[in-house]
């Protein structure tokens, strides 16, 4: 599917999307499609999204392979950057949660906690739409 092909279907869910949800929540999914296809553009392997913890107190966006890493990806995104850049809202809280998921995924995957890192792609609506992945974002507490 060529790039003018990808911006039209792109749009074209985002229109239905805004239809029947929250305006919020049809940006945030926007943003999570154009951060998917980013990251499968620059090599990742994509295993999950929106994989939430059974409990359902955490939630990890996209969780990808990029190379020998697995990565735990936040995706923020906003209208504009008038008020800052999008990754300022990831706050202690939502970095506990992350790794909480990241954890019980780990165990679950029997994946060493070594080869986990947390990376941020960030989403600001244009025009034009800018997308910035920020690598190894945060570092988790070593122990498990």
């Known amino acids: 599917m060529t790039a003018l092909a990808h911006r039209i279907t792109d749009w074209l869910r985002h229109k239905i999307r805004v239809r029947r949800w929250h305006s919020d929540l049809a940006s945030g999914r926007r943003g999570e499609d ?6 499968r553009r620059r090599g990742y392997t994509v295993v999950a999204r929106n994989h939430r913890l059974r409990s359902g107190d955490g939630e990890a966006d996209i969780i990808a392979w990029d190379k020998e890493k697995l990565v735990f990806v936040e995706v923020k995104s906003r209208a504009s950057d008038e008020y800052g850049l999008p990754d300022r809202a990831i706050d202690q809280e939502k970095r ?10 780990c165990r679950r995957a029997e994946v060493d906690w070594e080869r986990v890192r947390f990376d941020v792609v960030t989403v600001v609506f244009g025009p034009p739409t800018r997308l910035d992945l920020i690598k190894d974002a945060f570092r988790p507490r070593r122990t498990i």
């Open 34 to 39: 154009l951060a998917h296809r980013l990251l």
């Open 96 to 105: 506990r949660q992350l790794e909480k998921v990241a954890r019980e995924y």
